[in-house]
């Protein structure tokens, strides 16, 4: 129960901060899942880092975690290694290469593997190069 | 019926007499008297300067110096306030190695460079224009043993602004400016808020705004010094890194989450302000702008020899005490404190929750003027550590037990005291008769020869049971280990007595 309720605050908060009333909320969410060595290598190999929340009843448990943390495998596009994830804040940030799959292409992929938990993807930033958080495409 | 409607209903009943004795007993008021004009309510919202300014994130990074600023106070001495209306601030974050006791070096995350981080001195009316970089990135000279780089933001407790918008975090390299009005008196904390919250405080994301009402405080001070007590919670880096040859300590997420510090400190540094005393003079009104951040404790702040003849709540001259003893903090509380320093002497700043005070939050305020040092080592019946420190962790967690709990009755290398010195220690007995003297001294004197010629020799005077685990005993060991295995002369306590 605790756990819906928080997956359901950190979903209202989101759906707020992409009304443009909440942008503390997605950049704390957007910190807790930040790497400083994920985003340096990324710009390094001219990929970006994509920053989303995660929306849905999200149960806080290591089943989850090990389902999160595997949902990236086989997504083309992407590094999996470079997947982080907070189930606090409910968000992940993953690198992706820009040349081989696009931002919505890359939202699809893992709410596909994220379907059977009924959760979905929602938006929050992307980094294409050091010191630049750029809003995500909708 | 209940009681408690029993007593509504009475009060009801007594109210009703009182109006009706009040009624017939008081003359109508004269037409002709104007009534009295209200007292302005001098925090009336309506007049309050609350016009929004949006925050601006760049990727323009500040250069130069971490700190700046015409309002900021880098040591515990507040300087004058600056009579500009207009303050332009600026606090970038690092990342750096900071010393909070001998031989505890711990891998902090700052604001300006410095934990605490530099004090804003400003007034009400004053626009604070603030900005700051995230220079987490910034590769300290020397040292490759800081956090890896992270986002950072400034919460500050003395705005009344949109946390969305001012308070948001930034990425290494970005720079967030934001401004606000003051509109309170008071002592306010400033932190990162960035998740996990607690783990920025911890590692030294903190520091205090000071707001002096419009018109000043009602009374004048000789001394003004600030004082921040906060929490460490630290371990030995599980990578066994060093840094100048002493070990590295990193965050314990663990006793963080259950509030078991390791340093409890003024200013930063475990009995901050002992090696440095805040200098008065007999006679002089002192001033304390105390802040306890916590991130999880209170703090029962209490100066010995002194009494506060002013204390205001959060540092607002309207939220006034007199005559109080201690003050008791919760964590991000602010109060000022004013005393009257009686005479000559070293009045020991100490939180009297003394598990806080003898984890290293102690301090002096000097005043012992021309007096002679012999005279205020007499005093100083804490914790002056030796010059060199021991590089195992458990070494040197057992030299600051020694320094905090031991040099009231012991030294080392100093001569005998109400007991014995301790240079040499090791040498003289065996590690199991003084594990089985330090866990038991009572046992030891119903059966020991040794013990019991010790306690003729120190004039009967026990060794009281200082309830020691084993882990404390073996830090202890290693301790007098390390003293002993040092060349002949160069170890000595400080001369601390009660």
Redesign the interface.
């Known amino acids: 129960m605790r756990a819906v309720l928080r997956a359901l605050t950190c979903s209202a908060a989101l759906y707020a901060g992409a009304a443009g009333?909440?942008?503390?909320?997605v950049?704390?969410?957007?910190?807790?899942v930040?790497?400083?060595?994920v985003?340096s290598r990324a710009f390094s190999q001219k990929q970006q880092v994509a920053f989303f929340g995660i929306d849905g009843a999200l149960v806080v448990n290591d089943d989850s975690r090990r389902a999160l943390e595997g949902v990236a495998r086989g997504v083309a596009g992407v590094d999996p290694d470079s997947l982080r994830v907070?189930l606090?804040?409910a968000s992940l940030s993953i690198a992706f290469d820009p040349r081989r799959t696009g931002f919505a292409a890359l939202q699809k992929a893992l709410e596909k593997r994220l379907a059977s938990r009924h959760l979905t993807l929602l938006p929050m930033k992307v980094?294409d190069a050091?010191?630049?958080?750029k809003a995500a495409p909708q | 019926m209940t009681a408690s409607r029993i007593v509504h209903l009475a009060l009801a009943c007594a109210a009703a007499v009182a109006l009706t004795a009040c009624h017939q007993n008081t003359p109508p008021p004269k037409a002709e008297t104007p009534a009295p004009a209200a007292a302005a309510d001098p925090y009336d919202i309506s007049k309050m300067d609350l016009k929004p300014v949006p925050a601006k994130?760049t990727?323009e990074?500040h250069t130069g110096p971490f700190a700046e600023g015409s309002a900021l106070s880098t040591a515990p001495e507040l300087k004058p306030l600056d009579p500009a209306p207009v303050k332009t601030i600026r606090l970038d974050t690092t990342h750096k190695i900071i010393e909070i006791a001998p031989g505890v070096k711990f891998s902090a995350w700052t604001f300006g460079d410095q934990v605490p981080g530099p004090t804003i001195h400003a007034r009400v009316g004053d626009r604070i224009k603030f900005s700051m970089t995230n220079r987490s990135?910034e590769v300290m000279p020397g040292v490759n043993f800081t956090a890896?780089?992270?986002?950072h933001?400034m919460d500050f407790h003395a705005a009344m602004v949109?946390?969305?918008?001012k308070?948001?975090?930034?990425?290494?390299?970005?720079t967030i400016e934001f401004e606000f009005t003051l509109n309170y008196p008071g002592v306010f904390m400033f932190h990162c808020?960035?998740?996990?919250i607690l783990e920025h405080i911890a590692s030294g994301m903190y520091g205090a705004l000071i707001v002096e009402p419009k018109d000043g405080y009602p009374t004048k001070v000789d001394r003004e010094y600030v004082v921040i007590q906060s929490e460490f919670y630290v371990k030995p880096d599980p990578q066994h890194r060093k840094i100048d040859g002493q070990p590295l300590y990193v965050l314990d997420g663990d006793n963080l989450k259950k509030a078991m510090s390791s340093y409890t400190t003024f200013n930063g540094v475990h009995n901050g302000m002992v090696k440095k005393p805040l200098v008065a003079k007999p006679g002089e009104r002192v001033r304390l702008y105390l802040l306890n951040v916590g991130p999880s404790k209170t703090s029962s702040f209490h100066v010995v020899g002194t009494i506060f003849d002013r204390v205001w709540m959060d540092g607002n001259p309207d939220n006034q005490f007199r005559g109080m003893q201690t003050v008791l903090l919760g964590s991000s509380s602010g109060a000022i404190v004013e005393f009257m320093v009686p005479e000559a002497g070293q009045y020991i700043m100490v939180d009297h929750h003394f598990a806080n005070a003898s984890q290293g939050a102690l301090g002096l305020i000097d005043a012992t003027g021309g007096a002679t040092p012999a005279e205020k080592n007499d005093i100083e019946h804490h914790n002056m550590p030796a010059t060199s420190t021991p590089d195992d962790p458990a070494a040197v967690a057992g030299k600051l037990d020694f320094e905090s709990k031991c040099l009231a009755c012991h030294s080392i290398g100093r001569g005998k005291k109400l007991g014995p010195d301790l240079l040499g220690v090791t040498r003289a007995r065996s590690d199991d008769w003084l594990r089985k003297w330090l866990k038991s001294p009572e046992k030891m004197l119903e059966s020991d020869a040794d013990a019991k010629a010790l306690l003729k020799e120190f004039n009967n005077i026990p060794m009281p049971n200082q309830n020691l685990s084993d882990k404390e005993i073996d830090q202890y060991l290693k301790y007098f280990h390390w003293v002993d295995s040092q060349p002949e002369g160069s170890i000595h306590s400080a001369e601390g007595s009660h």
Do not use: F, I
């Open positions: 009333a909440c942008g503390h909320c950049e704390d969410k957007v910190a807790s930040y790497d400083y060595a985003a907070s606090d804040t980094m050091p010191a630049t958080l | 994130v990727s990074r990135d890896a780089p992270m986002m933001s949109s946390p969305q918008d308070y948001r975090s930034v990425a290494p390299g970005q808020g960035t998740p996990m």
